[in-house]
């Protein structure tokens, strides 16, 4: 049975109930105060029978009329009020089929079915969002990994082709485009786990990761000729302090590798707010635009025209690995392109307990 049979059986029953009840209690206390004998009277007198048998046949009759208006009534506003819900469960098999792009958009007055719609969309929103960039990224990715491929066949192609070939250069080749191939593929992997929810969690201070990257990074600033500069204060967090010290790796490389050729700096700080605590980069450099500095988040965005050197290409992974690490601790990361040029990268991430 359906809902809509249900609802209808369930007003139709009501109405006949509190109709039969009517008429019972109308006869009953009317008929009371009749005698049931033969009244001795100039006219003709109704006894109690007498009634019984003119209003008998008007209450079945008034339970007819009562019983088809209650199923046609209940029937009518049953399928009125399940309305909404057949536009959801309709919005609902379009999505189960693959079209994300059709929303309820219920119209009418504030209600719980409203609240279901829009709750609905919303979650159409964002789930549509959510598989366009996946899509966007597998499509990148797949682009990515073609490339390394792409060359080495090329080059041995060009070996199998060429009897006076440098086999310690086609090694050595081949060697830089595994390499990349599984920087690639391990960014990946990262950025895969990087969007789970269920990540392990300990308490970890922010300040203390920041140091060993930043003791780490330290050779390769010093061969830019770049100052790298920490400070702060004590920032305990709650995450996976292995996602956590890559999330502060990537910032600082990032901030290293994309910096003036020469005499530029890296400033790392920790903070510990009342509401969060933050870790800033900043970074000197060229001038950035606020569009640009947006997108920098997106997978395999490199930032064209930022300085880098070639002993770092990159996968374009970086920030977006970043991004989504900190979006797995609950967190916020804030790109800001500095006014003197350079970067402001913060890390909002929250306390593990309310701090009293």
Do not use: C
Not at 168 to 181: H, P
């Amino acid at each position: 049975m359906t809902a809509r049979w249900k609802l209808t059986l369930s007003y139709a029953g009501v109405v006949i109930v509190t109709g039969a009840v009517l008429l019972a209690t109308v006869g009953l206390f009317l008929l009371r105060y009749v005698p049931d004998g033969q009244i001795v009277a100039d006219l003709f007198v109704p006894n109690r029978s007498d009634l019984l048998r003119a209003f008998a046949p008007v209450a079945t009759m008034a339970l007819v009329v009562l019983i088809a208006v209650g199923l046609g009534g209940g029937w009518l506003l049953a399928g009125r009020m399940l309305a909404p819900l057949d536009r959801i469960g309709d919005a609902a098999r379009l999505a189960a089929q693959g079209s994300l792009s059709h929303r309820v958009t219920l119209d009418g007055p504030r209600d719980e079915f409203r609240d279901l719609a829009d709750v609905f969309d919303s979650m159409l929103e964002r789930l549509e969002a959510h598989v366009a960039e996946q899509q966007r990224f597998a499509a990148n990715a797949s682009h990515e990994l073609r490339t390394p491929l792409a060359t080495t066949q090329a080059l041995l192609d060009v070996a199998a082709g060429d009897p006076d070939r440098d086999v310690d250069a086609l090694v050595a080749r081949l060697r830089e485009v595994n390499t990349r191939a599984i920087e690639l593929t391990e960014a990946l992997l990262l950025l895969s786990r990087a969007d789970g929810r269920s990540l392990p969690r300990e308490v970890v201070d922010l300040s203390l990761i920041a140091e060993e990257a930043v003791e780490e990074l330290l050779p390769l600033a010093d061969r830019r000729g770049i100052r790298l500069e920490i400070g702060g204060v004590a920032a305990h967090v709650v995450g996976s302090p292995a996602l956590l010290q890559q999330l502060v790796a990537n910032l600082v490389l990032n901030a290293i590798v994309h910096n003036r050729p020469s005499g530029g700096a890296v400033a790392v700080r920790t903070h510990a707010l009342p509401a969060a605590a933050a870790l800033v980069v900043e970074n000197t450099g060229e001038t950035l635009s606020a569009p640009r500095v947006a997108a920098f988040t997106e997978p395999f965005q490199r930032g064209a025209e930022r300085t880098r050197g070639d002993d770092h290409a990159g996968v374009g992974l970086g920030l977006a690995i970043a991004e989504r690490i900190t979006r797995a601790h609950g967190g916020t990361l804030v790109l800001t392109p500095r006014p003197e040029g350079g970067l402001n990268a913060t890390v909002w991430l929250p306390y593990p307990v309310p701090r009293g």
